[in-house]
Each structure stands twice: as C-alpha cells, then as structure tokens.
C-alpha cells in the first residue's frame, strides 16, 4: 500500500470488531476505531497505540444517524480520508417471539439495521467526494442468522436478513461509484454476544452454563467454534484489492454450518 488508507470499525472496543481492526492494522490501514462503551474503547485504542498502529477512536452509537456521520467526519479530520466502513456493530435478543414487545423489536433494529444504513450513508457521501483512484468497500456484519431463522433469535434473525438485502441494494446503487458493499456472515463465536445468548437461551431451555452455546456449536464441520480471526480473515478480503471485483455478496465464514 502506497499512501496509507483508513479502515472505519464500528463496535471494535471487544469481540469480533476488535479481532477485524486488529487484523486491517496488520494489513497495513490506519483504524478508527468505534464503540458505545468508552472503557473498551479506552482499553483498546491503548493497545493499538502500544503496538505501533496509527489509530484514532470515537465513541458513538450506531444506531443514531449523527453519530454516524460523525464518526466519518472524525476519521476524516484525523487520517484525511475513508477507504473502508466496516458496520460491525451490533446486538441480539433471545425471545420467544410471542414475547417480544415493540421496544424489544426497535432495539434491535435500531442497533442492527438503521446503523447499516446510517453508517453505509455516511461512509458513500465521503467516499464519492473522495472521488476515483481505487475502490472503497463497505462492508456489514451479518450472520447464519442472515441466511436461516432460528427460533428464540427471531428479531435477530430477521434484523440480519435486512442487512442482507440492504448490502445488495447499496452494491448496486453505488457500484457506479466505484464502491463495492458485501457481508460476512460468522456462526458461532466465543464472544461477549454468545455469553448472554447462552444465558438468556438457558432460562428458557432450563439449560446450564455453556451448553446452549454447545448445542448451537454442535453441528459446525470444522469441529470448534470459531474466533475473531477467522472472521477477520475473510473481512481483510473483502478490504482487499483482491475483492475489488466482488459486490452484494453475503459470503459465510461459519466453519460449516449453512450451505448456500
Ligand atoms: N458472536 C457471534 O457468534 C456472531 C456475531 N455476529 C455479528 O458480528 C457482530 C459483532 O458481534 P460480537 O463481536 O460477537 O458482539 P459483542 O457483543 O461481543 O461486541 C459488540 C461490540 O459492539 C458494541 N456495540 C453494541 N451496541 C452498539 C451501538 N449501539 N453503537 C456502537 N457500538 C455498539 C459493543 O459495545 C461491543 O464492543 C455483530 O453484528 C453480530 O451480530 C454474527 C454472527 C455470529
Ligand atoms: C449470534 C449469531 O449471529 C448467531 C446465533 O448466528
């Protein structure tokens, strides 16, 4: 890479966000990183520092519009410019869908689907003014859950089919522009996520500690969960120049657990 480019992470204060903003630090990209909660926030923007990486944070919440735009101003104030957007950020429920309530269905989608959208807004307004020279990626956090419905995940299920079709929406209105959008979709990760949908899951299964996330883990091919790298793996793909022919898909990086 010439002059440097700038990779946009949203919630990479922990888990698989962090894991992504690790690996397109290695892969040469100044990070700006992004989080709601300032003390992961604080903690690994240290870390960055420590290692020698050109990274700069923003605390905000994706599910707000400004916010958003906000955090593309910040990286173009500190770095000058937006090369990747990756909406990472997001959150599940575990709820029979007879109990959900409306608030528990905004929540979610505020979270998962009007910060795809928000963030995918922002990201293409700078990278238009940005203009030629190289295709921009924006890239979204979807899941198995993107592909299949499973039930007491419900809201979340059908939160990541949303993301699904607004990642081929934005592929084709802004391929014109030079932008590719894909998704990738992870399975069954050990992080903070799984924690509570192994305990939330448990009172409604009766199940123990660890065994909802076991149960879920069960099937997957390559026989263990996986881990932030391996999904990090295929985003720093798809922030590649070798994915520069590559828009609207939603590829899965589940160990082998949905075949599509
Ligand atoms: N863990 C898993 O097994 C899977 C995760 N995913 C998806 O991958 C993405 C990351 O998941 P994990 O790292 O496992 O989750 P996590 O819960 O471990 O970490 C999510 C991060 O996002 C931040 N965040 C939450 N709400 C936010 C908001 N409103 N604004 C800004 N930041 C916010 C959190 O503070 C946290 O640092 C999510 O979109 C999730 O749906 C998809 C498939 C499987
Ligand atoms: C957490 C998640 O995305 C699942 C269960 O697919």
Redesign the pocket.
Known sequence: MSAQKVAVI?????????GIAKRLAKDGFAIVL????PD?LKATAAEFQADGVNVASFQ????KRE?QFALVQHAVDTFGRVDVFVN?????DVMALEDVTEADFDRVF???VK?VLFGTQAAAAQMKKQGGGSVYKIIN?????GHESYDLLGV?CAS?HAVRSLTVTAAKELAKHQITVNAY??????????D?IDAEMGKYMNTQPGEAFEKFSAGILMGR??V?ED?AALVHYLASEDSDYMTGQALLIDGGMVFR
């Open positions: 949203t919630g990479s204060g922990d888990g698989l966000g962090k992004s989080d709601i909660n992961t905000g919440n994706v599910a916010d990472n950020a997001g959150i599940e505020d979270v998962n910060s956090a979807c899941s198995i859950a979340y990541k979709c992870p399975g069954v990760a050990a992080t903070k996520m799984w509570r969960p996986q932030p999904v």
